[in-house]
C-alpha cells in the first residue's frame, strides 16, 4: 500500500487556463495534460464555464464537495451532479459547459486514453469495517471522509491518494461513515469487457427542454 498526501500533489493550471487543479497521479509518471494515459486529478470549480477539451481522452467526474453542477453539451443536452450523485462518464473530447447549482464545488476527475487504458470509478459509503482487494490493474481510493486502514494500519485523511499493491486492505470510517471513491485503471489488453470506451455522451442523457447554456469565459 502507498499513501501520498494531499498536501504532496501537484498544483497546475487547467488546460483551457480557467481555473486550477491538483495533479494526484498521472501515468506515464511526467507526462503532460497532452500525452497522458491516465490522470486523477481534484479541481475546485468557482464560476461557471467551458470544461477543457482532450481528444481520445473518456473522463469521469464525481462530486466530492459542494451542492452540484449541470453538464451542457454542445448539442444542448444535459445531466446534473448533484450531492450524492453517482460518477458521471463522459466523452473528454465533446464540448461541455458546466453550470454550478449553487455556489463553488471541488470536483475529481478521472481520465484514460482509449485504446491504452479503460477506467471505472465506484462511490461508496461506508459505515463498518470492509475489505477492498487490487483490480486487474492500478487501483486506488480517495476519498472525502477521513477513515483508518486497519492492515497495514495507517490514518487516512480527506483528499489523501491510496495506492493498492499486492493485496487487499481492511478499513474502517473514523466516524459514523466516510465516503470513498474507488479508481481503477485498467490497461486495454487487460479489460475483459474490451470496451473501446466507457464514455456515454451526453446526447444519451434526456433534453429536459431547458435552453443551452452558454458558460461564461
Do not use: C
Amino acid at each position: 500500500m502507498q499513501i501520498i498526501r494531499k498536501g504532496d500533489y501537484h498544483s497546475m493550471p487547467w488546460k483551457n487556463g480557467g481555473g486550477e487543479t491538483l495533479e494526484v497521479a498521472v501515468h506515464p509518471p511526467g507526462a503532460s495534460v497532452n500525452d497522458f494515459d491516465w490522470r486523477v486529478s481534484i479541481a475546485k470549480v468557482a464560476a461557471d464555464g467551458p470544461f477543457s477539451i482532450f481528444p481520445d481522452i473518456d473522463r469521469t467526474l464525481s462530486l466530492l464537495d459542494g451542492d452540484g453542477i449541470e453538464l451542457v453539451a454542445e448539442t444542448g443536452s444535459m445531466n446534473e451532479l448533484q450531492r450524492g450523485s453517482e460518477p458521471f462518464s463522459f466523452a473528454a473530447d465533446l464540448g461541455i459547459n458546466g453550470r454550478l447549482l449553487n455556489g463553488p464545488i471541488t470536483d475529481l476527475n478521472v481520465m484514460s486514453r482509449r485504446g491504452r487504458f479503460t477506467h471505472r470509478v465506484q462511490r461508496r459509503v461506508i459505515d463498518d469495517t470492509i475489505s477492498i482487494q487490487p483490480g486487474a490493474g492500478t487501483t486506488m481510493l480517495i476519498g472525502n471522509s477521513p477513515y483508518i486502514v486497519l492492515q497495514p494500519k495507517a490514518e487516512i485523511q480527506p483528499l489523501d491518494l491510496v495506492i493498492l499493491t499486492s493485496s487487499e486492505i481492511t478499513l474502517r470510517p473514523l466516524g459514523r461513515y466516510a465516503v470513498i471513491f474507488i479508481v481503477e485503471l485498467i490497461p486495454y489488453e487487460n479489460d475483459s469487457s474490451r470496451r473501446k470506451s466507457l464514455a456515454k455522451p451526453l446526447d444519451d442523457e434526456p433534453d429536459f427542454g431547458r435552453p443551452l447554456h452558454r458558460a461564461m469565459g
